[in-house]
């Protein structure tokens, strides 16, 4: 009978039902036993089954404590555990957790692992299960005897139909057939369609067949050793052995209170085991077969197990060749023989064969440094042989500390080495015997260039005598190190700890000697390198070339003369080379007897070999020079401030444009010198080179913005028949000191010989000086000027101080668009400048009380003045800029093309051919004042004035004052 009514509810044919379960159940158990049993403990709420299986009694699974496992069976997704909906209206319905299988479409599963059926019979498998819902389902129960590699699905009856009203039902009698006894089996429920179901009260019976008589024989062969394989013979007199099959090892002593399990793969007699590597060697062992938890009896005879043990077993540190602590070998029986081995991969390789190490002690030692695990393997006769566990050795190399080394200077000549001292120390352990020590020089950190200077044979701490020699990558340098090297392998190297100074002959060489020509004569100015130079040979040469070197150990006289010698005097070095001074390495010679406008080359040879240069001579340094008439340099424009750079840091982001022009003279007619601009300070050298970055303003719209000294960006120009040349010339000012706030410096234009060659020849600065200002609100500072106008790019703008344009102009630039690029670490306000047709950029002092009162072009040909100048009585521009002490810095004053126009106007044409006072007069042309406060004069003589009505820069209106008559 079906009862489709609420738990709560209980008509008679639910109870007639759970009378017939009360009755059949004794009857189905009736002879069996109980194997397992699920009621699925006490959850707290939802749980997932990974947690619950973690958790402890009561809330997780009530047969845990068992040793079964929990899982979803290999199934989609995982059942979970409730405590909702407890189990109800089935005999012995334990009521607490159950196990839920969701709504949710799909695959959910759950089971239980590691049931041992083993000589069961008649397995019967019941449990509970409430649908959720009256709607269809499928719920499949499986079993595996594999750990869940394989299913197979079970055939159960009595499940609730599709159409059964929800709540609880209980199943018995499912069978399991003969195939599922196994000691370990594993029962899986499984759940698809959209209907949620639960499971409770799993329980599994089954009927005990007789346990089988096995009886253990004895093993071969015996002895054996650890790590070999043993063979165990058994028989079975009564019952059926199944399940899996073991072999139990007792102590040395046969007892097997805590017997060592050997895993085998076989099931027929006899069973193949391997002895553990960690067993002990002894003569009272015994095994017994364990087959599906049927224990045999032992085997009638004890046996011998032979093992051999190292100890100490703790890792051991060595130095190389440092003596370790002995390892003992205890053998157990005693072996035979044997052998000690070690290999550099733990646990595997134990090939190499350790020299003369045969007995049960070994003390480990090793030259290299490396990780070495050390074992023996002992022979027990002809029986077997084992290996022993092993012993990790590292083996550290030694450490080498160079020691103090004289810092020198160390004077390498030719065929003179210099000696040199090297202390070292050895720690950690001694070198390998035949051992040598190499002691190196480098300035690199020992790559490629180390060069060795003296080698030590030994073992331990000691001194090298070194040498330095002259030899290829040796250089003249004050950061050498030295180091102490082995010809094996060290733990650390250290080198002397500070830097040496190391000179070798060949490239010890004057540093920047300078020359200066005149009018038939060159002046060379000379200072001695830092050390290791006694003696200096100088030599002159008409042409490019120096000529060749002196020659060690020869005499070398110069011309007659103190400090003056005349050319195509003194020792001939080779054809036209002279010795002009061979002296102290600080001093200068001139030469004289020169031709002008012929270049001449001056060659330096250092010795530290006294006059005779018995230790070698330098391979030289040269310098040229074309002696030449003196050039002069007039003055024409000289502007009184450039943009300087702050006090602080080193960097110059303010830049602005700097010009000036001036007229060369006395130079070769007719002939194009190469030229650079730069500046120096009143304390620098006549023929200094000179810094900043010059810009060449040769050609309209194509100035160039270049490199200091002469190269690609270098300029030109060439001189008229009588050896003059005129010119602008501009540069900006670099990140130099010498462009510091306030500084004051000299203009330069340096010229090369005419020759086309790239050496700087003339050195020619004004005398009138420039300070730099930088750009800020100080007083003593400047502020940045703006300006448009309709002048014409690439000619000049000029500021006064005063509208007669009298005196030196405060500042100077030229008009854009230039063509030259100005905008890497220019003052910000230029990039309003840059490129934009008639504007300009530049500065003024903030210290200038009566401000910018004159802005003028000059033309870039010829520097003469280009139409009007615009002038201010006071400083203050129509515009509104006001010039006088400003204080805006980078914040630059703006004058306007209203304020300063730079061009003359033009009259193309009037709007009357004749005129009479009263009328209105449209003049129209170019250049015109965009500002309504032109002023237009009529009349004869220009008697008579009037201003503008309307007024821009292409156009004037303006009313015909009564006083200008009639007429045309």
Known sequence: ?????????????????????????????????????????????????????????????SSKTNGYTYSQGGAASPADVRATSASSGYPNASGGGNTFFASTAGEYGFAIAGINT??????????????????????????????????????????????????????????????????????????????????????????????????????????????????????????????????????AAGSFAAPTTLSTTSTASPLAVTIPASVAGGTGYLVRVVVGGNTASANPTSFTINNVAVAPTADQTLATNAPGTTLTATETPAGSSRQWYYSTTSGSGYTNAISGATNTAYTPSFAAAGTYYVVVQTAFGSSCSVFSNEVKIAVVAPAIATGTVAAGPYCVGQNAPAAVSIPFTVSGGAFAAGNVFTAY???????????????????????????????????????????????????????????????????????????????????????APATCVTNLVVTIKAGTAAGTKPVAGNTYAPGAGSGTVAFGTGTVLSSGQY??????????????????????????????????????????????VIPVVPATLTEVVVPQYLSGRPTTGSTHTTRLPYVWRVSLGDLAPSTTYKYYTAVRASTDATNYDGVGTPIETQTAGAFVRGNAGFGSTS?????????????????????????????????????????????????LATTSPVTALYLSSAATGATGVRGSSFGLASNFVLTYDNAAGTGRPLAGTWLENDGSVNTSNYAAFYSSVEATAGAYGLL?????????????????????????????????????????????????????????????????????????????????????????????????????????????????????????????
Not at 465 to 488: F, H, K, N, P, W
Not at 599 to 606: K, M, P, S
């Open 441 to 527: 020089l480098s300035y690199n950190s020992f790559g490629s260039n180390k060069i060795a200077i003296g080698t030590l044979s030994g073992t331990g701490s000691g001194t090298i005598t070194g040498s330095i020699a002259q030899t290829a990558g040796l250089l003249t340098r004050t950061d050498y190190r030295i180091r102490v090297e082995a010809s094996t392998a060290a733990s650390a190297l250290t080198d002397n700890g500070t830097n040496l100074s190391v000179a070798s002959y060949l490239d010890n060489e004057i540093p920047n000697p300078t020359v200066a020509a005149g009018n038939t004569q060159a002046t060379l100015s000379f200072a």
């Open 579 to 624: 010795v002009v001074y061979n002296g102290p390495a600080t001093g200068s010679i001139t030469v004289t007897g020169l031709t002008n406008n012929t270049r001449y080359t001056f060659g330096l040879f250092t010795t530290n070999g006294g006059a005779t240069g018995t230790t070698g001579y330098s391979e030289g340094t040269t310098r040229s």
């Open 715 to 763: 300029s030109s120009f060439t001189t008229d028949a009588n050896g003059a040349y005129s010119g602008w010339f501009g540069l900006e000012a670099s990140a130099n000191a010498r462009f510091t706030d306030q500084a004051v410096v000299y203009p330069m234009v340096v010229l090369n010989g005419g020759d086309g060659a790239n050496v700087p020849t003339q050195f």
């Open 1 to 61: 009978m079906v009862c489709f009514l609420r738990k709560n509810s209980f008509p008679l044919g639910c109870w007639l039902l759970g009378s017939l379960w009360l009755v059949l159940l004794p009857l189905l158990s009736w002879g069996q036993a109980t194997l397992f049993t699920e009621t699925f403990g006490t959850p707290t709420g939802n749980t997932s089954l990974a947690t619950y299986a973690a958790g402890t009694a009561p809330a997780t699974f």
């Open 844 to 968: 003024t002092p903030n210290g200038n009380a009566n401000g910018i009162r004159r802005v003028e072009q000059r033309a870039l040909a010829d520097g003469s003045l280009v139409g009007c100048a615009a002038t201010s009585a006071t400083g203050t521009w129509p515009s509104g800029a006001a010039t006088a002490s400003p204080s805006g810095g980078t914040t630059a004053l703006v004058l306007t093309s209203g304020d300063a126009p730079l061009t003359a106007p033009t009259l193309a044409s009037l709007s009357l051919t004749s005129i009479r006072a009263g009328q209105t007069l449209i003049l129209t042309g170019t250049g015109f004042s965009a500002l309504p406060n032109a002023t237009v004069v009529f009349g004869p003589g220009g008697a008579v004035a009037a201003a503008t009505v309307n007024a821009t820069g292409t156009s004037l209106t303006v009313a015909v004052p009564s006083g200008a008559g009639t007429g045309t």
């Open 118 to 251: 083993n000589n069961y019979t008649g397995l019967s498998l019941s449990f509970g299960l409430r649908k959720d819902a009256a709607a269809a389902y499928t719920f499949t129960v499986d079993y595996s005897t594999d750990g869940g590699a394989t299913y197979t699905a079970l055939s159960v009856a009595g499940l609730p139909s599709s159409t059964a009203t929800a709540g609880w039902y209980g199943i018995t009698g499912v069978a399991l057939p003969a195939a599922a006894q196994a000691p370990s089996l594993t029962l899986r429920f499984r759940k698809s369609g959209g209907t949620a179901l639960r499971l409770d009260d799993i329980v599994l019976m089954g009927t005990a067949g007789p346990a089988p008589v096995i009886t253990t024989q004895n093993p071969t062969p015996t002895p054996v050793c650890a790590t070999g394989t043993l063979s165990v013979p058994y028989t079975v007199t009564s019952g059926t052995a199944s399940g899996t099959y073991a072999v139990q090892l007792s102590d």
